[in-house]
T-cell receptor, first 113, second 118 residues
């Protein structure tokens, strides 16, 4: 399976703390994306990082990509209770259809108020 | 941002019946849509790629006769679960790409449809 692995599977923190989630994947990629899913809902795109980029920021989000290790991390700074959700990384394999995303296993983040 | 609408959000049916789920791109055109399946507390598994005006492309292990996909227009794709059984109970999610945002790579997702087969 090409599915990526994420760790931790679950993460519980206090409001105001930072949350770091990691994603590892198996094949070369065009880009890697992070999505958020609230319980029982659809997915919302957070950020995309291309294979030639190493770091990207968007608001309280910081994403890093290490293609040599085939891994990425998502950092959420100054977390809020509203950040409670599942977070998935998704990759577009190199040479594959640009829209065909392969999702990781996800990290369930709980931010305690 | 682009909006994808999925209907119904929840459906309960008896074993042996067929259920149709609709996925619509509301404010953009989508020549390609994707159907995913998600089991509780698990990741999304791509089932098939829906292509406007042509046959869908199914992932390995997905029965095309079981999960019928039709993409009759640039804004609508449907997934029909035929002769549903309890093991088909799952959360089905569709996604689409805004052709006008060609280089972003971002997919827009529907809110999902929870199917329960009794």
């Amino acid at each position: 399976s090409q599915q990526g692995e994420e760790d931790p599977q679950a993460l519980s923190i206090q409001e105001g703390e930072n949350a770091t989630m990691n994603c590892s994947y198996k094949t070369s990629i065009n880009n890697l994306q992070w999505y958020r899913q609230n319980s029982g809902r659809g997915l919302v795109h957070l950020i995309l990082i291309r294979s030639n980029e190493r770091e990207k920021h968007s608001g309280r989000l910081r994403v890093t990509l290490d293609t040599s290790k085939k891994s990425s991390s998502l950092l959420i700074t100054a977390s809020r209770a509203a950040d409670t959700a599942s977070y998935f990384c998704a990759t577009v394999p190199y040479g594959g259809a640009t829209n065909k995303l392969i999702f990781g296993t996800g990290t369930l983040l709980a931010v305690q108020p | 941002g682009a909006v994808v609408s999925q209907h119904p959000s929840r459906v309960i049916c008896k074993s042996g019946t067929s259920v149709k789920i609709e996925c619509r791109s509301l404010d953009f055109q989508a020549t390609t849509m994707f159907w995913y399946r998600q089991f509780p507390k698990q990741s999304l598994m791509l089932m098939a790629t829906s292509n406007e005006g042509s046959k869908a492309t199914y992932e390995q292990g997905v029965e095309k006769d079981k999960f019928l996909i039709n993409h009759a227009s640039l804004t609508l794709s449907t997934l029909t679960v035929t002769s549903a059984h309890p093991e088909d109970s799952s959360f089905y999610i569709c996604s689409a790409r805004d052709e006008g945002l060609a280089n972003t790579g971002e997919l827009f997702f529907g809110e999902g449809s929870r199917l329960t087969v009794l």
